[in-house]
Nanobody, 114 residues
Framework: QAPLVESGGGSVQPGGSLRLSCVVTRTSVTIITMGWYRQTPGKQREFVARITNGGDTNYADSVKGRFTISRDNAETVYLHMNSLKPEDTAVYYC?????????WGQGTQVTVAS
């Protein structure tokens, strides 16, 4: 099983909302920071949001005020996306930083279009 499993992607109209989730499936691992990145084919993967183990958050300027990252526990992270725009269309990837190599999810597609 993949160490990170994302879900919640889909198609939505501009102005709509989606909530992505990411679950850490491996046990006995200390997760330091979890975050979300996104990528459009042919472009570099870009940072979207992150949250530390202590709950501190950081957002890309392009999503500030619209997206919210949160954690239910050390093994689950969410990205609540509001007021979605067509330029938010991308594959969204979850990332977990730990005492070892970072883990990446396989991605979930988000499409914002009329």
């Amino acid at each position: 099983q993949a160490p990170l499993v994302e879900s919640g992607g889909g198609s939505v109209q501009p102005g709509g909302s989606l909530r992505l989730s990411c679950v850490v499936t491996r046990t006995s691992v200390t997760i330091i920071t979890m975050g979300w990145y996104r990528q459009t084919p042919g472009k570099q993967r870009e940072f979207v949001a992150r949250i530390t183990n202590g709950g501190d958050t950081n957002y890309a300027d392009s999503v500030k005020g619209r997206f919210t990252i949160s954690r239910d526990n050390a093994e689950t992270v969410y990205l609540h996306m509001n007021s979605l725009k067509p330029e938010d269309t991308a594959v969204y990837y979850c990332k977990a930083d730990r005492f070892g190599p970072s883990w990446w999810g396989q991605g979930t597609q988000v499409t914002v279009a009329s």
